[in-house]
């Protein structure tokens, strides 16, 4: 039956139980080459703005199940300087590596990429170091992040403090100031003299 089958289809075709065309082969290069142009830049580039963003936050969230699950606060410090960024542990008033053997050495930004600034609560920097709290009840400082790559592109992080939620955007966000107290309710605010 299958015998009967290909002599069939090589009257009908003459030359496909032979091998390809040489059009078959023409469009099946170009369909690999269409792929490779896909995928060859992502590993040829290196990594882009958005990898050291995802790395980042990946970075944060696995810190915060840290904290969960060992029900101790942790500190992420970050130089914005060097680009580099690690985790301690607080125990009382002293400041211990993380037990997990990945974070024995701190993580670094790709050499194209840098934190332009950071601002966790109301503090912001430029330079410098500055650290981030994740408790241990999944709560994770206030904080802005802002990167940015060699062709001047930027990626915002902000973490919201009390959901633990992480946004991203391709454009700057500024951090709201903390309204200020009103003169007329300044004066309710003072202890009455006795």
């Not at 992502?42 to 969230?61: C, H, N, Q, T």
């Not at 960024?85 to 701190?106: F, H, I, N, Q, S």
């Not at 709560?139 to 939620?165: Q, W």
Request: net charge positive; charged share 20%; glycine share 8%.
């Amino acid at each position: 039956m299958a015998c009967r089958a290909r002599r069939a289809a090589s009257a009908a075709f003459p030359g496909w139980a032979d091998g390809f065309t040489l059009l078959e082969i023409i469009i099946a290069l170009f369909l690999i080459v269409g792929v490779l142009t896909l995928i060859v830049p992502r590993f040829a580039i290196g990594e882009d703005l958005g990898a050291a963003g995802r790395k980042f936050i990946g970075a944060v969230r696995t810190l915060q199940g840290i904290a969960m699950a060992s029900q101790k606060p942790l500190k992420l410090y970050i130089d914005l300087d060097q680009g580099l960024y690690w985790a301690v542990v607080l125990d009382g008033r002293e400041e211990k590596p993380l037990p997990d053997a990945t974070w024995v050495t701190p993580r670094t930004l790709p050499e194209t990429i840098r934190f332009t600034d950071i601002s966790i609560g109301q503090v912001t920097r430029r330079s410098g170091r500055i650290d981030l709290a994740l408790y241990p009840t999944g709560r994770i400082e206030a904080g802005t992040f802002h990167l940015m790559d060699g062709s001047n592109s930027v990626l915002a992080i902000v973490i919201e403090p009390v959901t633990g939620a992480i946004r991203t955007s391709d454009e700057r966000i500024e951090v709201a100031k903390k309204p200020s107290i009103p003169d007329r309710v300044k004066g309710l605010l003072q202890p009455a003299a006795i």
